[in-house]
């Protein structure tokens, strides 16, 4: 029930198109919903987050949508740039006995050929 | 965005010996902190979570003899892996919530320490 299941592993996206990435979720507790980008050797920056009380969040190029009946998230970068080549991940955490604890996607790593 | 700092950020040890890692939350307060794990290639998996003044709380399967967490202020949190082996060579990850941001979740990541035990 704790899982987040992050599709695909991997992307290859040209330059100017449009990269998604999905997770899917069980648990019904879960309230909030980050996205995650991570350069080699770096942490992870927080990109975007959603709470389920909307379906759909945007902050430039990136946007959250969300669908709570199917219990899905997905990532959708636009106009994808070469810089934007990293490894994204989606997270979820919620419930009372989670405070804060964020349970992570597998990962997809984007590359954004020029 | 408030700023969590790690050090060191690399560091290369021989088999047996201790090693300590900081993070420190530099402009705000950290009633939690948690350390993370992350092999090659892999995603992060949560090892503990520290609240300043207390045990801290490990994930099941993770050592706690092994993996020592500090978190003696509200600014800094500290992990000792002690006695380390090869296998421990991994990337350490910690990550911060603030004071006050209990409800929206948000939490702040430092930049990772790499440690390689020879």
């Known amino acids: 029930q704790q899982q987040v299941k992050q599709s695909p592993q991997s992307l290859i996206v040209q330059k100017g198109g449009i990269s998604i990435i999905n997770c899917a979720y069980e648990?019904?507790?879960?309230?909030?919903f980050p996205w995650y980008q991570q350069f080699p050797g770096k942490g992870p920056a927080l990109l975007i987050a959603?709470?389920?009380?909307?379906s759909e969040k945007k902050e430039g190029r990136f946007t959250i949508s969300f669908n709570k009946s199917a219990k899905q998230f997905s990532l959708h970068i636009m106009d994808s740039q070469p810089g934007d080549s990293a490894t994204y991940f989606c997270a979820a955490s919620g419930g009372e006995t989670s405070g804060s604890r964020l349970t992570f996607g597998e990962g997809t790593q984007l590359t954004v050929n020029p | 965005g408030a700023v969590v700092s790690q050090h060191p950020s690399r560091v290369i040890c021989k088999s047996g010996t201790s090693v300590k890692i900081e993070c420190r939350s530099l402009?705000?307060?950290?009633?939690?902190m948690f350390w993370y794990r992350q092999f090659p290639k892999q995603s992060l998996m949560l090892m503990a979570t520290s609240n300043e003044g207390s045990k801290a709380t490990y994930e099941q399967g993770v050592e706690k003899d092994k993996f020592l967490i500090n978190h003696a202020s509200l600014t800094l949190s500290t992990l000792t892996v002690t006695s380390a082996h090869p296998e421990d060579s991994s990337f350490y990850i910690c990550?911060?919530?603030?004071?006050?941001?209990?409800?929206?979740?948000?939490?702040?990541f430092g930049e990772g320490s790499r440690l390689t035990v020879l």
């Open positions: 648990n019904t507790a879960f309230d909030y």
């Open positions: 402009d705000f307060q950290a009633t939690t």
């Open positions: 959603i709470r389920p009380d909307v």
């Open positions: 990550s911060a919530r603030a004071a006050g941001l209990a409800v929206t979740g948000e939490l702040f």
